[in-house]
C-alpha cells in the first residue's frame, strides 16, 4: 500500500488522470475544495477520505504544484509541509 510520502519518491510514474472520472469532489462546488482563506476544509478532506482517486489525485497535486485548495485530503499547508519531510 503507498503512503502519502511514497508518492513524492516513486520514480516515472505516467500521469494517469482516468482519477477524475470518479472524483467525489465533482459532485460538489469549487467553493467546496477552494474555500476563502481562514474556512474549514474539514468537510471537503471527509469526502476526500472515500474518494477511491486520493492518492493520484495528491500525486498530481504534488507534481504539479498545486498550490490552491485541498488535493488528496490535503490542504496547501499540509502539501508543503509533505514535500519538505520526504526531502
Ligand atoms: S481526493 Fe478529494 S480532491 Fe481528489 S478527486 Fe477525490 S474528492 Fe476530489
Redesign the pocket.
Known sequence: MRTDADVLTAPGLAPDLS??E?????Q?GPEF?FPAPGSSTRE??Q????????????E??LRHDERF?????LSEKERVRLKRQSR
Open positions: 482519477w477524475r470518479d472524483a467525489l469532489c465533482a460538489a475544495f471537503a478532506k469526502l476526500c477520505g472515500a474518494c477511491e482517486g486520493r492518492v493520484a489525485c495528491l498530481y497535486a485548495g485541498v488535493w488528496g485530503g
